[in-house]
């Protein structure tokens, strides 16, 4: 017995040295210019082990001791193979190198790399290089970022040549848009033209539409993450472009002693307004628009480094000298990253956004000013705990602060009275907890909850009415009318006007059906509490943003997804395949006729309603050779209801289901980029969208001598089908291997067929002939462009 025993005893001890487990952990980094790399794979040959880099290019894993083929890649850059052996804790600080020395190699992946996708439990993620963006046709030869992810399934947009974006029927202040985690409220310039985004400037951008991580809260649709390159810390290196409208030129440099830190300075500028006096017809016109992205950083040791960025944009339009108007964000983040050990990594943000505007009209003697603004504290935690098991948590806490508008009188003459809406602020915050699982090894689970409260504050006085009906049903006129105000409450600014608490599970499950295939599901709640008050389909400068409080209950999200995912031929070829439900309650819709401008009492112009999208998306990528890209297809529908509730009424469109206005039942865009040689490449798009939903009169009556237009239920017609194709073509001439300088030219045709798109078709009387007629507005027909790239 007692020979028995010691066996035992050393079996099991040599079981549990056996069952000995060691960490590999560092960072990955481009060889030539010292950037992080988000998103490398790092994984041990002949296992199911591995892991990515996180938004700084740090990462963990663990295994069991052993002798082990460690593999480090990224899309775009040379494979790195290390031979280790396991015996102790390991620290790699990991250098690739570029496949080539092109100007830009053009690849794109919905999470990079491929064999990590098929088993990560994340879905209805979407990620796009800035070197395929630059590849890819758009309008007047700008690059992108926001007309390049519409071209991604379940996203469209809102008319032609407007900013913003939809994502699976929702709506444009549903999407949480983030430049280096701060948020950006108006993501467009030129009244939409153009995104606020420099493509020399991001490093990486990343679309959540489905199983949105439990650190993202604040929008029930998506969440758009874009990162900025933290600067070039090997070399001075120059990089910019000259187009028909605008150029852009980007510094990057090393900083300190050792080239401990690096400092990135990239400006954006329009010159259209030089030309303007060339034309007669627009002689008085001027609009422009600049943009800056600054960025520095200083590693303190191997386990601290510190990051200071910022974003400075403007628009100035002056049409005539009757109008003027100028809006912009600005935005900073200050953050610290801090590596405990080699399980544990923290990131400290403290983060500033602002988005003002102004308009003058000088006709009327009016100047309006009103802004948004917030700061942000956050602090995240990554724990990897082992093999099996991730761990994320943290917490965030914004304050608000709302000036819906300031109305000045521009002279004593002015017929405008001077108006100063309230003020509103308010906070939120956010607690979080999430895990990556990996059950069995085809099992994997991503699981999380976040707990967001919201209290509207104090400091103003809100208007009380009768029944507590802001917005009243009259059955003779039957319209909606504002309720009748029974006097008015003061709220101090030390208290609370109204306060939310939510619960937000997020799950995904994914199994590996074997190497190549898997399915997922995910479940997704979230809530938003900040609306953006508009009558309009579009991004406009004159949008207002309102919290949730006493009126405005905040909208809360429910998602459900499921998709089959495959890789062909070695991932040559990739298939994606998703359908999701999703309903929206306390959605805000507009009464008839409403007035949503210079009002403190926005609560009379709306009712609650609620909403639901379905669809299925389609995504099959061609990802290697010289022929790269992919064609998208969304079949969705995305309506709303609205009824009366206690204003009374059968609600908005007579209670019934309608069309909101993001709802596109076929959406189709093809993408395909060609390498034909070194010195020559070709891309284009082609695409087709359901005609976006509008309501139409259907007839009209005469009263008391006037005509006046009935109509058809909401958003009962459409526009007519929207498509266009775009052709590019990029030459880059020869250079000597010893020269830095690399440049290239871009040739575009955007809608090259000249397809005249309809932006709004809208009905009047003929003054002449007393005929009813309809007039078709078209945006753009076929614009070439010309555009030098360079960098050195």
């Given amino acids: ?27 990955v980094k481009d060889s030539k210019n010292g950037e992080t790399l988000l998103g490398a794979t790092i994984y041990l040959k002949g296992t199911t082990n591995g892991a990515t ?29 290390k031979e280790i052996i396991l015996d102790s804790d390991k620290s790699f600080n990991i250098e690739l190198n570029e496949l080539s020395t092109v100007l830009d190699e053009v690849t794109i992946t919905a999470e990079e790399p491929e064999r990590v996708n098929i088993r990560k439990p994340q879905m209805g993620v979407s990620k796009l290089n800035s070197s395929t963006i630059k590849q890819m046709p758009v309008v007047l030869g700008e690059v992108d970022v926001l007309k390049s992810i519409q071209m991604l399934p379940g996203v469209t947009n809102s008319g032609e040549g407007t900013g913003g974006f939809n994502v699976r029927g929702g709506a444009v ?55 900025q390159k933290e600067g070039n810390s090997k070399e001075f290196a120059l990089t910019g472009g000259v187009g028909l409208i605008s150029s852009r030129l980007t510094a990057e440099s090393p900083l300190f002693i050792n080239n401990r830190g690096s400092f990135l300075v990239a400006g954006r500028s329009s010159y259209a307004h030089l030309f303007m006096p060339l034309i007669e017809d627009i002689k008085d016109d001027k609009i422009s628009f600049y943009d800056l992205n600054v960025k520095t950083n200083y590693e303190i040791n191997n386990n601290n480094r510190i990051y ?5 944009g403007r628009d100035v339009f002056d049409i005539s000298n009757i109008m003027q108007s100028k809006y912009g964000n600005v935005s900073g983040n200050l953050r610290w990253n801090h590596i405990f050990n080699d399980k544990l990594f923290s990131n400290l943000s403290l983060i500033y956004s602002k988005y003002d505007y102004q308009i003058v009209l000088d006709f009327v003697q009016l100047d309006w000013i009103a802004n948004i603004k917030n700061y942000n504290l956050k602090y995240d935690f990554k ?25 000045k009188p521009t002279s004593q003459d002015s017929p405008i009275n001077y108006l100063k809406l309230e003020q509103k602020r308010a906070t939120e915050s956010g607690l979080f907890s999430s895990a990556e699982h990996k059950i069995t090894d085809k099992l994997t689970a ?18 009380n009415y009768i029944n507590n009906q802001p917005v009243v049903y009259n059955d003779q006129l039957g319209i909606y009318e504002e309720g009748e105000e029974s006097g008015e409450t003061f709220y101090k600014k030390s208290e609370s006007i109204e306060t939310f608490n939510n619960l937000e599970p997020r799950l995904g499950l994914s199994y590996q059906l074997n190497q190549s295939s898997s399915v997922k599901a995910s479940y997704t709640k979230s809530s938003q509490y900040l609306h953006l008050l508009s009558n309009t389909s579009a991004v406009t400068p004159l949008d207002i943003w309102a919290p949730s409080g006493k009126y405005i209950k905040p909208q809360i999200s429910n998602q459900f997804a499921l998709g089959y995912y495959k890789n062909f031929n070695e991932s040559l070829f990739s298939l994606d395949i998703e359908a999701y439900f999703k309903t929206i309650k ?22 609650n309603g609620k909403s639901r999208s379905y669809g299925l998306e389609f995504l099959l990528r061609k990802n290697k050779g010289k022929f790269t890209g992919w064609l998208a297809y969304t079949l969705s529908k995305s309506e709303q209801r609205t009824l009366g509730g206690i204003a009374g009424g059968p609600g908005i469109n007579e209670g019934k289901w309608y069309n909101t206005p993001y709802d596109r039942t076929h959406d189709i865009s093809l993408t395909g980029i060609y390498k034909l040689s070194d010195k020559w490449s070709f891309s284009g798009n082609l695409v087709y969208q359901t005609g976006r939903p509008v309501t139409y009169p259907n007839g009209q009556y005469e009263y008391e001598g006037l005509s006046i237009a009935s109509f058809s239920g909401r958003n009962e017609d459409r526009l007519p089908a929207y498509h266009r194709l775009d052709l590019s073509a990029t030459y880059k001439p020869n250079r000597k291997p010893d020269n830095r300088w690399k440049g290239e030219w871009v040739f575009s045709i955007y809608n090259l067929y000249n397809r005249r798109n309809a932006a709004s078709i809208s009905f009047s009387q003929n003054q002449n002939t007393g005929l009813n007629e309809a007039t078709r507005i078209a945006i753009f027909g076929i614009i070439p462009s010309v555009t030098y790239n360079f960098k050195f």
Wanted: charged letters at 20%; zero cysteines.
């Fill in 1 to 27: 017995m007692k020979y028995l025993i010691l066996s035992m005893s050393l079996l099991f001890s040599n079981f549990l040295i056996a069952q000995q487990t060691y960490t590999i952990s560092g960072s």
């Fill in 53 to 81: 880099t996180n938004e700084y290019g740090f990462f963990s894993l663990t295994a069991i001791e052993g002798n082990y083929t460690l593999i480090i890649s990224f899309i775009g850059y040379e494979e790195v193979i």
């Fill in 173 to 227: 202040d549903q999407n949480l848009v983030l430049l280096d985690e701060a948020i950006i409220y108006n993501t467009s310039h030129f009244f939409g033209f153009f995104s606020v985004f420099n493509n020399d400037a991001i490093k990486d951008i990343k679309l959540y539409k489905g199983d949105i991580p439990a650190k993202f809260g604040g929008r029930v649709a998506s969440v758009l993450d874009v990162r």
């Fill in 308 to 312: 200071l960025s910022g974003y400075f």
């Fill in 383 to 407: 724990y990897y705990l082992n093999e099996k098991l991730k761990l994320e948590f943290g917490f965030s806490s914004i304050l608000y602060n709302l000036n819906p508008g300031e109305v």
């Fill in 446 to 463: 991503q699981y999380g909850i976040r707990f967001s409260r919201f209290s509207r504050l104090g400091g103003q006085k809100l208007s």
């Fill in 586 to 607: 306390n959605r805000i819709d507009y009464v008839d006729g409403s007035n949503l401008v210079g009002t403190n009492t926005i609560e009379t112009e709306i009712l």
